[in-house]
């Protein structure tokens, strides 16, 4: 899906999410001629929230585990998610003070 010269970030057709980065040291080979997935406006929208201003390793990787935190909130439904979102959302205010 997206790469730098310190993470890869990989997408199996199978999965809602793309799966957390990997280093470029981790990978053995490469499997030629592949038809790609189809490119959907939602799979877009997460790569390039992800890949914004070619983050680290290690911001990359909090931000698929915010991700997937989102998913699994929203999972729990519409009340549980604008809950948690705004229990969030005023703990960020207080650290702003």
């Known amino acids: 899906?997206?790469?730098?010269?310190?993470?890869?970030?990989?997408?199996?057709?199978?999965?809602?999410l793309p799966d957390e980065p990997i280093a470029p040291a981790q990978i053995i080979g490469v499997i030629?001629?592949?038809p790609s997935a189809r490119w959907l406006l939602r799979r877009a929208m997460i790569v390039r929230y992800l890949t914004?201003?070619?983050?680290?390793?290690?911001?990359l990787t909090r931000r698929v585990a915010l991700v997937y935190r989102v998913r699994a909130v929203w999972r729990e439904g519409p009340v549980v998610?604008?809950?948690?979102?705004l229990r969030?959302?005023?703990?960020?205010?207080?650290m702003l003070k």
């Not at 914004?52 to 390793?57: E, G, K, L, M, Q």
């Not at 998610?81 to 979102?85: D, S």
């Open 1 to 16: 899906m997206a790469r730098t010269g310190t993470w890869i970030l990989t997408w199996g057709d199978a999965n809602a």
């Open 32 to 34: 030629g001629d592949v």
């Open 52 to 59: 914004a201003r070619s983050p680290s390793f290690d911001v």
């Open 81 to 85: 998610f604008v809950r948690t979102a």
């Open 88 to 94: 969030a959302l005023f703990r960020r205010l207080s």
